[in-house]
């Protein structure tokens, strides 16, 4: 397998969705979550990348990038903040509520 | 006035409530700017009625950038069913939970404009986004003041994440293979693994058979009105999203995966069916039936014919009316165990005709949505569906019967606002007009099926 940024991307991807179905911690499966968001970032910007590409500047015949997956990462970037701490505060609630965070214990109560 | 101000008006206003919220609370100023954050996005989809029925469409390149390098919003023929019904449904559910907090009414707002952003948008990133903002707020408003719906809610915005990187990994391979982000210029030939992606993503923010499993705590544990929205609307934003893309970008008769996706529609139905029967808490049963009648829908649109596209667009708008109205009135019911129910006998009538719509007794237009379905399965030679749909509808004739049955036999006298009985009366009304005309919706239907045409 080549080392580049998509197969790293997707390889995180699967990490991520391994975490959030092996691990019973509410904090592990968030993890997983942010780790499945890194991987796609991952993956989108490698998508824009060519080989001795420079920044979309347009000056001369030079070879560019393409900078339309980079921006659409922006966006990405800002819902996962949202999801993530809104899971956070889920946490944080289910905590005051139960006193535990172990999925398997939520489950029985 | 543009399309782009259905999508604008919600956000804005939701925005103003919000900081009204912060500064003085007037509550009749309050109701105003909600009720009028729907009513005005209603009012301009119904004036571009007479452009779309008669085969054109409307739309708005934001910014004023050709479609090639920005965003189009357009509204055809089922754009417009979608968005009628939804923007109709919402107005009611609005009024009836009026008496609610100012926070639940920006987060509806908010919910309202994803809804439609995903409907109008013909961008497959911007449909991401939006799907996003239509989910981070029901992720909220499933949040109530009991101890078990912080765990719902949580594990409804796992599930929804896990959707939602499926879907933006197939955007990404979808970008990378065709070089567009519009949905009406993919016309190139895409791969199998997108489109098992985006199944897969949409199965889950739809509740398809083996990803179904946040559905009934979601559905059960939100407040009524939250449940009437998520069961009614938020589920066929994701079979929008499924005909949308299955239609215009994937148009290769599924590559070949017609019989696996008619055999999960069918186990779903049964699935569904069978649980509900199970159930011993009213809320928890109308979940698992939400699960056998998106079966029914998933299952008429996979056998890829204009008759099974209009079955299922027929069987959205007939559940969406009367799952709602059942919702509604669950939340006049004092206690919800189903052999215990207690409610002001005039909760009883229109619980009886939601539930006669959902099994599909004639004169309803639960009736008329089966009997597309059942015909398109005779039109594919696929007879044994037909079948399946036919004796769920037993099933589901036996558990919502029985219901009725208690509501009728213990009436006690609950006093409940007449702006609560308004929309569950309105609702049940639409049950059985849209019954007995079908004539009123039907050309729309023909016309949004015409142009996503068949398949085989």
Redo the contacts between chains.
Sequence with gaps: MILNGINIGILL?IIG?YG?VAKKH?FK?IFG?II??TG?VL??VS?GYVDSGVAPIISGNNIYVDP??HT?ML??IV?EV??TS??LV??L??YE??KTLDIEM?EDL | MDIIFIVAVPFFLAFILSLMHVFKKIVFFENLLSIMGLLIPFLILVSTFSTISSGDTVSYNIGGWSPFLGITLEIDSLSFFFSFISLALLILIMIYSLSRSSKYKVLYLLMAAGMQGVLLTRDIFNMYVFFEILSVSTYILVVSEEKRSYKASFKYLVLGSVASAFFLFGVGIVYETTGFLNINMMNTPQLKITFLLFLTSLGIKSGIFPLHFWIPDAHSIAPPPVSALLSGLVLKIGIYSMLRLFYTVFKTNFFEMNDILMIVGAITVIFGAVLALAQKNLKRMMAYSSINQIGIIFLAFSFGTELGIIGALYMILAHAVAKACLFLCSGMIVDLNILNLKSKPSVSLPFFIGSISLIGLPFTCGFIGKYFVCLAAMETSNTLYAGIILFASIISAVYYLRASYYLFRIPKDYKTPYLMQIPVYITSFACIILGVLPILIMDIIELAAKTLGGII
């Design positions: 991807i969705l959030m509410i499966i979550l499945i968001s796609l993956f989108f998508l339309l997956p659409l966006t990405t819902v949202c999801t809104l899971a889920l946490a609630k289910i509520k139960y939520l």
